[in-house]
């Protein structure tokens, strides 16, 4: 597995993180070849997924770590050197590990709004490979929220700041602080499929 890393234009990605509101984070289109993406999407109703639910989150998730073989793949494609040096030096993070989940969120699944900062668990960004085709999927959107905060850094109050579209062959990389406040909206009609996890 590969992914386009080649056919990016890194110093506008870069500048494109930099100015991106309400906290840094990137789009990019056409992460992998048609091929490859529909190697990716055959391989999805492989990899065994359970329930996962909680006072946030309802969908279903795989474990840890990746099985099937095409996604483990690609879980050592966004590992691979010319990545890591690519996410370096888009977002100025000196990332050098990778975890990768499968996530599905059906109609009425949802992750409320939440940051992944936890410091004990090193995330230092989040990634999430959108691989639902067009017209697949109602709802399940990416939305980042802008938080305000006190003199003490504590959050007072939050807004919605921003939508992100999971379009198929979609990847969104953004920065993990106690700021960066975000939620999948709940799904209404079909499945939203996708790829995420984290950077370290």
């Known amino acids: 597995m590969q992914l386009e890393v080649a056919a990016w234009d890194v110093p506008a990605l870069a500048a494109a993180w930099r ?110 490979a959108y691989l639902t085709g067009d017209g697949q999927c109602e709802g399940g959107e990416l939305e980042l929220f802008r938080c305000h905060v006190d003199a003490d850094g504590e959050i007072v109050a939050t807004e919605p700041a921003g939508i992100i579209e999971h379009r198929g062959n979609r990847l969104v990389l953004f920065d993990v602080s106690e700021t960066s406040l975000h939620q999948v909206r709940e799904v209404t009609q079909g499945a939203r499929v996708s790829l995420a996890g984290w950077y370290r």
């Open 19 to 128: 100015a991106a509101a309400p906290f840094p984070h990137v789009v990019i289109d056409g992460m992998v070849n048609e091929m490859r993406l529909a190697v990716l999407r055959d391989a999805i109703p492989r990899e065994p997924l359970a329930a996962e639910h909680s006072e946030i989150v309802d969908c279903f998730a795989s474990g840890p770590k990746l099985v099937e073989p095409n996604l483990v793949a690609f879980g050592a494609a966004m590992a691979a050197p010319d990545m890591l040096a690519a996410v370096r030096a888009i977002t100025g993070k000196a990332v050098r590990t990778v975890e990768v989940r499968s996530y599905c969120y059906v109609a009425g699944s949802y992750l409320l709004p939440h940051t992944d900062g936890r410091r004990d668990l090193g995330r230092q960004l989040a990634f999430a």
